[in-house]
């Protein structure tokens, strides 16, 4: 499907994007916060009112609430320039200051995709998971298996382990430290529970199809697919069959300053502790 769409979030202008492409955003954004726009169009449209999404979203989305009032003009302007380009879109009535709408990147964006982020998150979380096992054994005076156990074996063990571990904490807390680090929010399908049965269900496809359940070469496979389905789809396989939702905020850059530290210092303390328990047992 070629890129031929354009969409809006009513302060900015995106594409030209896939269908697909679009589709995510409208899931992450909410319909009513999402215009759409392709060569032909009068002017910005509702996904609603464009037969190629409303099909898609009546079934998953509710209707869209009544406009906001204004003091004038159409959420739509019109354009009197050439059929090829892309309309003006009229600010957000909260919108305290009028501002100047960008100029589109003529580029495809994954900019909201955010698959590196997603990535690194997950390697925090096993970072966490990792410190928390070597302080388990050593609480019950019983010696790690990180010191001289098999890195493949190793590997294949904690990934495995940390499946549930992942489930619990996005049960009990809503978030992983990962997560919340990198601002990323998972969300199941509208009506669905947030059970630990979801969240495990979630937790082994990402371990399965996105991680190869940690066998050497395998793993990269898998990643190469999910990045690609994640980029060209604008969702994960096993987050389009599941229905889950994944959005991102907006990292600080005293956020990202918080996340090399965060790093840092578990790599620190997992050294020092394996150190620690050599030196014992």
Request: glycine letters at 8%; proline letters at 5%.
């Amino acid at each position: 499907m070629s890129g031929d769409w354009f969409y809006s979030d009513r302060e900015k202008k995106f594409g030209p994007c896939t269908a697909q492409e679009v589709l995510a955003q409208i899931r992450e954004s909410g319909v009513e916060n999402i215009l759409v726009w392709k060569n032909g169009f009068d002017g910005w449209e509702s996904p609603l009112d464009v037969a190629e999404f409303a099909s898609e979203l009546t079934q998953e989305l509710p209707p869209i609430p009544p406009p906001l009032p204004t003091s004038g003009g159409s959420v739509a302007e019109k354009t009197s320039k050439s059929a090829g380009s892309v309309p003006a879109v009229e600010q957000n009535p909260e919108q305290h200051e009028a501002s100047i709408v960008d100029s589109i990147d003529q580029e495809k964006t994954v900019s909201t995709l955010h698959p590196w982020r997603r990535y690194f998150a997950r390697t925090l979380d096993v970072f966490f998971f990792c410190m928390l096992l070597i302080l388990l054994f050593a609480a019950v005076g019983v010696p790690s298996f990180f010191e001289d156990s098999n890195d493949i074996l190793l590997n294949l063990l904690l990934l495995a382990a940390y499946v549930p571990f992942e489930a619990f904490c996005m049960t009990a807390f809503g978030t992983t430290l990962g997560k919340t680090l990198y601002k990323i929010s998972v969300k199941p399908a509208s009506g669905s529970n947030r059970t630990f049965a979801n969240y495990l269900s979630r937790a082994v496809q990402v371990w399965f199809r996105g991680l190869g359940i940690g066998i050497p070469f395998v793993v990269l496979v898998t990643q190469i697919f999910a990045y690609r389905n994640l980029r060209d789809k604008g969702q994960t396989s096993w987050d389009r069959d599941g229905g889950w939702t994944v959005s991102h905020g907006t990292l600080s850059g005293g956020r990202w300053l918080l996340i090399i530290a965060s790093y840092l210092g578990f790599i620190t303390v997992m050294m020092a502790l394996i150190a620690a328990e050599s030196a014992a047992f």
